[in-house]
């Protein structure tokens, strides 16, 4: 199975995030942004390369959102410099839906045929 580059955009960016999540609090970038906005502007552009890379798979991609949102907060109670929330996850699942409605959309509009103008 070859992977597309949406495909390989998507997993190494899964990973980032987990990377940046995962690690000592003193690791994490300083993007100046409030850190709900950097949840949910992190998971929106997961979404969007999901829903990109797997256009006929959005369930399922959802789910994988979803899990990952919780999976990542949960294994954040393991960190001794971390913490998880309830509204971190939020953050997540909404920048995550957000992200994933975007891709679809992006989507469904390349693959609709362009209209023809009858007016001439």
Known sequence: MQLNRWQIAAWLLLAAIAAVTLAPIG??????????????AAFAA???AFGLAYPRRLWLVALLLVAAA???????????????????????????????????ATTRARRRPAATDRST
């Open 70 to 104: 919780l999976a990542l907060e949960a294994l954040q109670l393991v960190v001794a410099t971390r913490h998880a929330g309830l509204r971190d996850v939020l953050a997540k699942l909404a920048g995550g839906g957000c992200g994933l409605l975007l891709g679809w």
């Open 46 to 48: 997961l979404g969007l």
């Open 27 to 40: 690791w994490r970038p300083e993007t100046g942004i409030s850190a709900q906005l950097e949840r949910f």
